[in-house]
């Protein structure tokens, strides 16, 4: 099959997006080709998080128009858990402590919601093994309780392994790389990394540049005040990393 005939992984049209009456996006256009891996950045209160909420479907986030199509399907009317089975995986800033359950049951469910057909029961140990290793993770790891009394680094070392368990066809990360040590910024990029190819894309959002030295993406889209204003490839986020995002706020005004 010739690349133009795939269908996005993501497509974002005309979205508006109210929360608590308060529109924040405001006609937001996106497109992530199959194999790509986006960066979307801006500062503090574009949207960047509104925007990543609406994908994944948190019920605060009213949609009140436009369309968004995971892999040419319209997600709208999907719950998140069917968002998630269906592939959409959100990795965020703050995650939840679940004491009582083992980082094992709780891979092991993830796994079963999302991946059943493709991952065995057989097959689930040798597979936590192997991205144990990747990700430089203790066995230990496993019978700990999920986040409980987990350092910043080991909590993303989680979600990572989570990712990479679940291989969703659609990541996205929001801020995830922000307040992390080199070392954890290392195996959060070196995940990313590791999933990108056919049949998949990620979607990196955030405010600085600085996960972009390691994953260097496709495409690059600046968020000013709930709409993409700007697009280009990684030099564009180098342009911002030396001149800030001033210029983009005149140029857009
Ligand atoms: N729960 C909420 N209620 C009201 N306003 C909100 C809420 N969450 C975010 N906002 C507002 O929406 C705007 C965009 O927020 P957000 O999407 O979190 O931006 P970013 O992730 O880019 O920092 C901000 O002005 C913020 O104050
Ligand atoms: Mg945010």
Redesign the pocket.
């Known amino acids: 099959m010739s690349e133009e005939t795939l269908t996005p992984i993501l497509e974002v049209e005309g979205l508006h997006v109210a ?2 009456g ?1 529109e ?2 405001r006609g937001l256009d996106l497109t992530v080709e199959d194999g790509e891996t986006h960066a979307i950045m ?12 609406a994908i994944m479907g948190d019920p ?2 009213e949609v009140t128009s436009g369309a968004i199509r995971f892999r040419g399907e319209d997600v709208l009317d999907m719950p998140v858990h069917e968002r998630a089975r269906a592939g959409i995986f959100l990795s965020f800033q703050y995650p939840v402590a679940l004491p009582g359950v083992s980082v094992s049951n709780f891979l092991r469910q993830a796994v079963k919601a999302v991946r059943a057909d493709e991952v065995p029961t057989k097959a689930f140990r040798p597979l936590v093994k192997e991205n144990l290793q990747r990700l430089d993770i203790p066995q230990s790891f496993m019978t700990r309780y999920v986040n409980d009394g987990f350092s910043g680094g080991e909590k993303k070392r989680l979600e990572m392994l989570q990712m990479l368990m679940l291989q969703p066809p659609l990541a996205i990360l ?2 995830t790389d922000s307040g992390l040590d080199i070392d954890a910024l290392k195996i959060v990029s070196g995940a990313i990394n590791l999933l990108r190819g056919e049949g998949r894309a990620q979607l990196l ?1 955030t ?1 600085y540049q600085r996960i972009l030295h390691y994953v260097k993406p496709d495409k690059v889209h600046v ?1 000013l005040q ?1 709409r993409i204003v700007k697009q280009g490839g990684p030099e564009l986020a180098e342009e911002l990393e030396q001149r800030g995002y001033e210029w983009i706020e005149s140029e857009a005004a």
């Not at 801006?42 to 909420?53: D, E, I, V």
Request: net charge positive.
């Open positions: 929360i608590d308060k924040i996006l801006g500062r503090n209160g574009s949207g960047k998080s509104t925007l990543s909420a605060r986030y929001d801020e959002i405010h968020l709930g």
